[in-house]
């Protein structure tokens, strides 16, 4: 399995995702320069968190519409597969590859800190490794995490299975006390229609060696490479 | 020709940011504040002297980059 990693100019968990990955694929994934308009054929691509372009304007607004990410969207419309975590996830909104849109933290601070939070779907390349309603625990680091979506949005992802996962409380109870950004219905994570782009706000690369804490993150590369070798 | 640009976020979304400004307001005991919104202002300077081509061009701008959509209404006025 061959996998690239996206770096933009503010990307700061490149290396973090490029670590994560060589340890699940047992390969070095190609880091993509985000001028880079053309690159090798890949079975996965990652936009990595951190604050791509000063988060000028907008978070991800501005990468979005880098060389790279034109080819990005490309080859997302032809199939290919993408996990957006934190920054790639607003990234991934801004490019139109997933619905939806992040917003200032309701509470307007920065949150830093592992959150709890429930697998809401096993059935996709991400998460097949998990179970349906698996608890897992990685952390957020980010500014910018509230998850907006229109009513008619928020219930056709219901309804087709969209919601990855959801922040819960210690209890892993779905609310207001486990949602640590004010996200509508408690999103962390969304797919696409075809659940071949997957967009997250904690960062699953984090928390992918035991040494450092934990490893439910891990679970996720696993099984992308699984599911892509 | 310049072209003045308010980007605001639509009814209904929330706008924590507004909210803090309100209270801010408030706490300066300034009366009569009801409701704060923010959003952004963005001047461009523009080449040419057609004003309906103008605010063709930038409203394009807007629905590409300036505003997301999905939250954000915008408005474009051209002024010589």
């Known amino acids: 399995m061959k996998a690239a990693v996206i770096v933009f100019p503010g990307s700061n968990c490149d290396r973090d995702v490029q670590v994560a990955l060589r340890q699940s694929m047992g390969r070095e994934p190609l880091m993509v320069w985000h001028k880079q308009g053309e690159f090798e054929q890949v079975d996965l691509i990652v936009l990595p968190g951190g604050f791509s372009y000063g988060d000028y304007l907008r978070s991800g607004a501005m990468a979005a519409h880098s060389p790279a990410m034109k080819e990005v969207v490309k080859r997302a419309k032809a199939g290919t597969p993408v996990l957006g975590i934190c920054n790639g996830f607003q990234v991934l909104t801004e490019a139109g590859l997933l619905p939806g849109a992040l917003m200032r933290n309701a509470k307007l601070k920065f949150v830093c800190r592992d959150v709890d939070l429930r697998v809401e779907s096993s059935q996709s390349l991400f998460t097949a490794r998990y179970e349906q309603g698996q608890r897992i625990r990685i952390p957020v680091a980010h500014h910018d995490g509230c998850y907006y979506a229109d009513a008619q949005t928020l219930e056709t992802l219901e309804e087709r299975g969209q919601i990855a996962f959801r922040y819960t409380d210690e209890a892993g109870e779905v609310n207001a006390d486990g949602n640590p950004n004010g996200s509508l219905a408690n999103i962390a994570g969304v797919f696409n229609e075809t659940k071949t782009v997957l967009g997250m706000m904690p960062h699953p690369e984090r928390l992918a060696d035991p040494r450092l804490g934990g490893s439910d993150g891990r679970t996720l590369f696993d099984g992308l490479v699984e599911a892509l070798t | ?80």
């Open chain 2, 1 to 80: 020709m310049k072209a003045l640009v308010h980007v605001t976020l639509k009814p209904g979304v929330l706008d924590p940011q507004g909210k803090a400004i309100e209270h801010a307001l408030s706490a300066l005991s300034v009366e009569g504040v009801e409701e704060v919104r923010q959003g952004k202002f963005i001047e461009i300077e523009l080449a040419g002297s057609d004003e309906a081509a103008a605010q063709r061009s930038v409203e394009e701008m807007c629905r590409k980059l300036l505003a997301n959509t999905v939250i954000e209404n915008y408005s474009v006025e051209i002024v010589s």
